[in-house]
């Protein structure tokens, strides 16, 4: 099955600066990779998410990038305030792949002032 | 608010006992999912169910359980419960019946504690 592993499991960042978080993921099958946010006491919430057949996206802030041959992809935020602390969560899934969306360990960002 | 419903927000039960956590999806959402959150290893999907059907299966355990209704709510049955089990439980809902074809909203979870 598929297999998503998560980099830096907590990140630490002052006001304004950007973060990077990267992902890989291990069946060349999947086509599908969202990122969630979860904040504090909340479920996971989608900010982005990339398809296959897409190597980047953004969405003012956020960005996300895909490497299909090293099947890695990274979310990275710009300008970072302190609402963006929170866990973040990628995932990948496949069509057909079980029907499943696997997702990474998470990363603990947190933004100084 | 994302618009999905979880009970009970907190439990806090015995080892060997039984629960039920419920879950009601978006109005309009046919597929629910069941994920558990441990500090340790991030979400784990145990379960997912489309329209009433079974569709997916994850890492749940046989003392498991988990059905949905015809009103599309659902509910996830714990049982011989053990400290391991202790962990949020959340449920996410979508439109559609596969999880690469657009947002799953979850919930706010189920804190379950075994002691």
């Known amino acids: 099955g598929e297999n998503v592993e998560q980099h830096p499991s907590t990140l630490s960042v002052q006001e304004g600066d950007s973060a990077v978080i990267k992902c890989t993921y291990s069946d060349s099958a999947s086509n599908y990779f969202p990122w969630y946010k979860q904040e504090l006491g909340k479920g996971p919430q989608l900010i982005i998410d990339?398809?296959?057949?897409?190597g980047e996206k953004k969405d003012q802030r956020i960005a996300v990038t895909l490497n299909k041959t090293a099947k890695h992809f990274s979310l990275h935020i710009t300008e970072t305030q302190p609402e963006d602390s929170a866990v973040y969560f990628c995932?990948?899934?496949?069509?057909?792949?079980?029907?499943?969306?696997?997702f990474g360990t998470g990363t603990q960002l947190k933004v100084e002032l | 608010d994302s618009g999905v419903t979880q009970t009970p927000k907190h439990l806090i039960t015995a080892t060997g006992q039984r629960v039920t956590l419920r879950c009601s999806p978006r109005s309009g959402d046919l597929s629910v999912y069941w994920y558990q959150q441990s500090l340790d290893q991030g979400l784990q999907f145990l379960i997912q169910?489309?329209?009433?059907?079974?569709?997916a299966k994850g890492n749940i355990l046989e003392r498991f359980s988990a059905q949905q209704f015809p009103d599309l709510h659902s509910e996830l049955n714990l049982s011989s419960l053990e400290l391991g089990d202790s962990a949020l439980y959340f449920c996410a809902s979508s439109v559609a019946s596969a999880p690469n074809t657009g947002e799953l909203f979850f919930g706010e979870g189920s804190r379950l504690t075994v002691l």
């Open positions: 169910y489309y329209n009433g059907e079974e569709r």
């Open positions: 995932a990948a899934s496949a069509t057909g792949g079980g029907n499943k969306l696997t």
């Open positions: 990339i398809r296959s057949n897409v």
